[in-house]
């Protein structure tokens, strides 16, 4: 495709700040993403022994409000997290902070310089340590490439970035008459996206600022406060479904 705008020239410091703006805009959007998961995997784990799936109760209809908007919730952040750039435009000159606009970059050899450059000096306080730190940031930039392709590439992964894409085309972004959504995202879906997610933000956060990320206390944080605002409440519900 012939674009008005080619390829960008971009100056080693314009590209340092382009990567490090775009990571931190996709760790926000992950942070989210795992805060909405972790409140839906609870009610889903407090729901079920409770037995109270099809009861009849009062309020039903703001727990059913709730658990919809969670789901709209995921499905912005990861719509946004896997957001492709127009096609419009010559890749360069998109301004997403996106996994696939992220790609773009890191695949130019300028990206790889910079960062690995910049990993040299990641502990100029800590001597002899240049080489580990540039093998780590170059591991992780190969894991980015590899999670992107496992997930382009299988047919799991293929079917949950198009039913995303459509839903966020014609619900999210715009609300289109006249076009017709053939599936909504599953639960299973958006959980798959978010995993890949997860995996190529850290990898991202490591070699674009040096910093290591561990979410699963956050994910498990946000699980335990999730369970102490549901459990009172089915508990509540279910109280009342045994008078009835």
């Not at 969670?70 to 301004?95: G, M, Q, V, W, Y």
């Not at 190969?142 to 014609?170: H, P």
């Not at 289109?176 to 995996?199: M, Q, S, T």
């Amino acid at each position: 495709m012939k674009y008005k705008r080619g390829p960008k020239t971009m100056l080693d410091s314009d590209l340092e700040s382009l990567l490090k703006n775009i990571v931190e805009l996709m760790f926000n959007d992950l942070c989210l993403a795992i805060e909405a998961e972790s409140a839906m995997k609870a009610a889903n784990d407090l729901l079920i022994p409770m037995d109270l799936r099809g009861v009849q109760f009062d309020g039903a209809w703001c727990y059913t409000a709730i658990h919809n908007s969670l789901a709209l919730n995921l499905s912005i952040s990861l719509a946004r997290l896997f957001e492709e750039p127009s096609k419009k435009i010559h890749h360069d000159h998109t301004d997403l902070a996106s996994i696939p606009a992220l790609v773009h970059f890191l695949s130019k050899p300028q990206s790889i310089d910079v960062l690995v450059g910049n990993a040299r000096n990641w502990t100029p306080q800590i001597s002899r340590m240049e080489d580990v730190h540039e093998k780590a940031c170059r591991t992780s930039i190969e894991k980015i490439f590899n999670k992107y392709r496992d997930l382009t590439s299988s047919s799991a992964g293929k079917s949950a970035l198009e039913t995303l894409s459509n839903y966020r085309t014609a619900r999210i972004a715009h609300s289109l008459h006249g076009k017709v959504i053939k599936n909504i995202p599953k639960y299973g879906e958006l959980f798959l996206l978010i995993d890949f997610a997860e995996d190529i933000v850290l990898n991202a956060k490591l070699a674009i600022k040096g910093e290591s990320h561990d979410l699963g206390d956050s994910r498990l944080i946000s699980y335990k406060e999730a369970k102490a605002f549901w459990g009172p409440a089915f508990r509540g519900i279910k109280k009342e479904a045994n008078k009835a």
